[in-house]
């Protein structure tokens, strides 16, 4: 597995070129394998070279970092694990709202470090922006875990490109995590510039749509009890047939590319820059190969271009998220 550098001077961290999102192994889709199914996969994805995962508080709550220290305690030394501070939940795990205030993050940092079992967390992001918190204050309240020995690394999702400035004046930060692939590319205009002129890494989460992009999916498709996929605009019946336009013409650029449409989209978002690192979740072994091989597919110039306009050409139908989740985004 290739790697690449997310970050610059004392903020670099060096990670595989493709990581793996584990937030769907406990949440947001529905019943899943089993603890130890869900380890051992994970244990299979470090045998094949990927070094970074991610995980946070919120994926259960609690459940997902639990699982994520044991399946890695064996092999602590070789991986990066990110994780996500910002909320706040009652103790039956309700989620009360955000809650960015310096004290909270250093209590969450404690009980992140019991949950998954390590001296120090590589990664840790504020999940999401919380409008009552200034962000110098988030930033030096990361600062100090850094200095603390606590935390090594500073990271922001959803965050907008005047937000990332000024965070990164206070403590550098490493990486940005926010939904990028062939079908929400709404941060290439201003947060990508932003980030390759501060020298900060990116790591798009959902790269493959939710599963959209891997071609299983169409407007006939049911979604299981519990996946939030069922009250996700873009995920309407009616949204599903006018997207899969998209998905018809990148399963074409596969076929004529002996891939699959899934590594076309993975392999286009690592092209775009050396310092993106996708992270696609999966609970399957078959979908974790397939998405590592995207890390092999060459796309020439040519390919690039065609898959490009093949996303210019389609306009995406429905919002990423319910209207609530939409304002609480920050950007």
């Given at each position: 597995?290739d790697?690449r550098?997310?970050?610059t001077?004392?903020?670099a961290?060096?990670v595989s070129a493709?990581g793996?999102?584990?937030?769907?192994?406990t949440y947001?889709?529905?019943?899943g394998?089993?603890d130890?199914?869900?380890?051992a996969?994970?244990?299979?994805a470090?045998?094949?070279g990927?070094?970074?995962?991610d995980?946070a508080?919120?994926y259960?709550?609690w459940?997902?970092e639990?699982l994520?220290?044991?399946a890695?305690?064996p092999?602590?030394?070789?991986v990066?694990?990110?994780?996500k501070?910002?909320?706040?939940?009652?103790?039956?795990?309700t989620r009360?709202?955000l809650?960015?205030?310096p004290e909270?993050?250093?209590?969450v940092?404690?009980?992140?470090l019991?949950r998954?079992?390590?001296d120090?967390?590589?990664?840790f992001?504020?999940?999401?922006?919380?409008?009552?918190v200034p962000i110098?204050d988030?930033?030096?309240a990361?600062?100090?875990?850094?200095?603390?020995?606590?935390?090594?690394h500073f990271?922001l999702?959803?965050?907008?490109?005047?937000?990332?400035?000024?965070?990164?004046?206070?403590t550098?930060?490493?990486a940005l995590?926010s939904?990028?692939s062939l079908?929400?590319?709404?941060?290439?205009?201003?947060?990508?510039?932003?980030l390759e002129?501060?020298?900060i890494?990116f790591v798009?989460?959902?790269?493959l749509g939710?599963?959209f992009?891997?071609?299983?999916?169409?407007?006939?498709?049911?979604?299981?009890?519990?996946?939030?996929?069922?009250?996700v605009?873009?995920?309407t019946?009616?949204?599903?047939?006018?997207?899969?336009?998209l998905?018809?013409?990148v399963?074409?650029?596969a076929?004529?590319l002996?891939?699959r449409?899934?590594?076309?989209?993975l392999?286009?978002?690592?092209?775009?820059?050396?310092?993106?690192?996708?992270?696609p979740?999966?609970?399957r072994?078959?979908?974790?190969e397939?998405?590592l091989?995207a890390?092999?597919?060459q796309?020439g110039?040519?390919d690039?271009?065609?898959?490009t306009?093949?996303?210019?050409?389609v306009?995406?139908?429905?919002?990423?998220?319910?209207?609530?989740?939409?304002?609480g985004?920050?950007l």
């Amino acid at each position: 597995m290739d790697t690449r550098t997310l970050g610059t001077g004392t903020a670099a961290l060096d990670v595989s070129a493709l990581g793996f999102g584990c937030m769907g192994m406990t949440y947001a889709y529905g019943p899943g394998p089993s603890d130890a199914d869900n380890i051992a996969l994970l244990r299979t994805a470090v045998d094949c070279g990927v070094t970074f995962f991610d995980t946070a508080e919120m994926y259960g709550p609690w459940r997902n970092e639990i699982l994520v220290g044991e399946a890695l305690a064996p092999v602590r030394d070789q991986v990066v694990i990110a994780t996500k501070f910002a909320h706040e939940f009652a103790p039956d795990g309700t989620r009360l709202g955000l809650n960015s205030k310096p004290e909270h993050i250093t209590q969450v940092a404690d009980e992140c470090l019991g949950r998954l079992g390590v001296d120090a967390i590589d990664l840790f992001y504020q999940h999401r922006v919380d409008p009552n918190v200034p962000i110098e204050d988030v930033a030096g309240a990361v600062g100090d875990l850094i200095e603390a020995g606590k935390v090594r690394h500073f990271g922001l999702s959803e965050a907008g490109a005047a937000t990332i400035r000024r965070a990164h004046a206070v403590t550098p930060v490493t990486a940005l995590q926010s939904e990028y692939s062939l079908w929400e590319r709404g941060i290439e205009a201003e947060i990508l510039p932003t980030l390759e002129e501060l020298g900060i890494g990116f790591v798009p989460y959902s790269p493959l749509g939710r599963g959209f992009l891997t071609g299983t999916i169409d407007a006939t498709t049911t979604f299981p009890e519990g996946d939030f996929r069922t009250i996700v605009p873009r995920f309407t019946p009616e949204a599903r047939a006018a997207n899969l336009a998209l998905v018809e013409r990148v399963a074409e650029i596969a076929t004529r590319l002996h891939a699959r449409p899934s590594q076309v989209a993975l392999a286009w978002l690592l092209a775009q820059k050396p310092w993106i690192v996708p992270i696609p979740g999966t609970r399957r072994l078959t979908r974790l190969e397939e998405n590592l091989g995207a890390v092999d597919l060459q796309l020439g110039s040519d390919d690039l271009a065609e898959i490009t306009a093949a996303a210019d050409a389609v306009e995406t139908v429905g919002d990423r998220y319910p209207e609530a989740a939409m304002k609480g985004l920050g950007l």
